[in-house]
């Protein structure tokens, strides 16, 4: 994860000592050389991610010095990746705040009972409606006829249960460590805005330009619009941690701004697979590794 970069990059590197030195321990030794379980746990997870993908952005201005992106967004974890890229914040406070959000979330998994569904083939109304009855929330809209539900586990095992008779073709029980953006994450939400309230945030960057510059609009998941205050973007960030994830209209309204050609900066291609069926018009360049990169790079120029 990022291992081909950082070793051949001084920009990467510089990053990833700039982590490491942020978080007390070597996120890249993780990133690396695992154990999966350790990679793969929320608090670790969360970093990981956001370096990786503050990395692969990094990369890619400066092998493209004229590139400068016209809106960002992020699923989750990556809403707050967006912001940074965007100027949000800096990338040391993204780090810290994402390392702080990843312990909260892990902590309230551990002090809960939860579990989370992937829906497939359902619509929201029909889902939303078995979800109230199931007594859990509904956390991600990925695409359509792919949503997932988050709530105790005996709320998720009776979802699974009721799932044909609301027309849901199939409901798959993830391997997750809790119930992610549900009302069982609400201590974590808490903890969150204190972390978010002593934060700098740098409006100017995100929003739409009054003194000219690029403007990079940051779409948040919990509105699927963009964020053009202070204090709005506090407010989504803390309300997604229990909030529903809202990616088919977060895309739905990049493309309906005109934006038709998507990069993603991160492991696999989750999110180009989630756009294609979303946007079938939209093309997307997924970034990962050295080879990746160099062939956006290619494409891009």
């Not at 859990?136 to 539900?149: E, F, K, S, T, Y």
């Not at 934060?199 to 509105?223: D, E, L």
């Amino acid at each position: 994860m990022a291992r081909d970069w950082i070793e051949s990059s001084a920009t990467a590197r510089n990053l990833a000592h700039q982590a490491d030195s942020v978080l007390g321990y070597s996120i890249t030794d993780v990133m690396f050389e695992g154990p999966e379980e350790s990679l793969t746990a929320t608090s670790k997870c969360q970093p990981a991610l956001y370096l990786h993908g503050l990395i692969g952005f990094a990369l890619l201005k400066e092998r493209l010095p004229n590139f400068k992106p016209a809106a960002a967004a992020g699923l989750s974890l990556g809403e707050f990746t967006a912001h940074a890229a965007a100027g949000t914040f800096s990338f040391e406070d993204g780090l810290r705040l994402v390392s702080r959000r990843g312990i909260f979330m892990e902590e309230a998994c551990k002090a809960t009972d939860g579990a989370m569904a992937a829906l497939i083939g359902g619509d929201e109304e029909k889902v939303r409606a078995l979800a109230k009855a199931a007594g859990v929330d509904v956390a991600n809209l990925n695409a359509p006829g792919q949503i997932v539900l988050s709530g105790s586990s005996a709320g998720i095992d009776a979802a699974i249960a009721k799932s044909k008779d609301f027309g849901i073709r199939r409901a798959i029980k993830l391997n997750v460590a809790g119930a992610y953006h549900s009302s069982l994450m609400a201590t974590a939400q808490e903890k969150l805005a204190e972390e978010l309230a002593r934060t700098t945030i740098t409006v100017p960057a995100i929003t739409v330009p009054a003194i000219g510059g690029t403007a990079i609009p940051v779409i948040a998941n919990f509105t699927a619009q963009p964020v053009t205050s202070e204090g709005e973007i506090r407010s989504t960030l803390t309300s997604q941690v229990t909030g529903s994830v809202r990616w088919i209209e977060s895309i739905q309204y990049l493309v309906s701004a005109g934006h038709t050609r998507f990069i993603e900066i991160g492991p696999g291609k989750v999110l180009a697979g989630l756009v294609g069926k979303i946007a079938p018009e939209a093309s997307v360049i997924s970034i990962e590794d050295l080879p990746s990169l160099e062939a956006a790079v290619e494409q891009l120029s």
